[in-house]
């Protein structure tokens, strides 16, 4: 049944996209285009490894990090999402890798603006880099990209520097000007994409 298979194929090519484009759209992505139950990422992890459905790896062990240790290795796992020793080292090591870039680069992202050019929007905070308004609108917009994923990482993630206050859009840094929020955009955008790119190497991936 080549045409069946070539349809699944497609269907699982269009949610464990093989290249960094196949990421921005915005069609569902990992195990939600499941119909029926949606199965434990470790469990569609499992499916592609026996299958060796290599192009889809690197995303579908993504998928399967993301979630933090106890998703990996939890002991209440259901048994089709228990990970081989082997699968689960890497799951693990590409784990830390990735959570450790996530914090340092999206740290210097904030933190470290390039110093050389202050911002010129004049109420912003970031003209004042090491004053105290804009450490804390600094550290409100970290906590928010980086925060939230706890022990896991969200790191290919568009990450959300908005927030709605009382029908307008606010950034979540008190304060903090668009073009700042731009600058960050577009450097995490960079991250997004140095990530993708890491991810087979992450994950033990290249033979
Ligand atoms: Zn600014």
């Known amino acids: 049944m080549?045409?069946?298979r070539s349809q699944i194929l497609e269907v699982v090519r269009d949610a464990y996209p093989e290249t960094f484009e196949g990421l921005g759209s915005s069609k569902?992505?990992?195990?939600?285009?499941?119909?029926?139950?949606?199965?434990?990422p470790n469990e569609v992890l499992n499916l592609f490894v026996q299958q060796k459905l290599t192009s889809a790896?690197?995303?579908?062990?993504?998928?399967?990090?993301?979630?933090?240790?106890?998703?990996?290795?939890?002991?209440?796992?259901?048994?089709?999402?228990?990970?081989?020793p082997e699968v689960l080292q890497s799951a693990i090591a590409g784990l830390i890798?990735?959570?450790?870039?996530?914090?340092?680069?999206?740290?210097?992202?904030?933190f470290e603006p390039d110093g050389s050019r202050?911002?010129?929007?004049?109420?912003?905070?970031?003209?004042?880099?090491?004053?105290?308004?804009?450490?804390?609108?600094?550290?409100?917009?970290?906590?928010r990209v980086v925060g939230s994923s706890q022990s896991g990482t969200k790191?290919?993630?568009?990450?959300?520097?908005?927030?709605?206050?009382g029908g307008e859009l606010q950034c979540v840094g008190p304060g903090i000007c668009g073009s700042c929020v731009g600058r960050w955009e577009s450097g995490h955008a960079e991250l997004r994409k140095k990530v993708w790119g890491m991810l087979p190497d992450v994950f033990g991936l290249k033979g």
């Open 2 to 4: 080549p045409a069946i």
């Open 28 to 40: 569902p992505l990992g195990e939600s285009i499941f119909s029926g139950r949606t199965p434990h």
């Open 57 to 84: 790896l690197p995303m579908a062990y993504y998928m399967a990090t993301r979630r933090g240790l106890n998703s990996l290795m939890g002991k209440h796992l259901p048994r089709d999402a228990t990970l081989s």
């Open 97 to 110: 890798a990735l959570r450790e870039l996530e914090l340092n680069e999206t740290h210097d992202l904030i």
């Open 118 to 143: 202050p911002c010129s929007i004049s109420n912003c905070p970031s003209r004042t880099p090491t004053g105290p308004a804009a450490l804390a609108a600094y550290h409100r917009v970290f906590d």
């Open 155 to 165: 790191i290919l993630q568009v990450p959300e520097f908005y927030e709605d206050c």
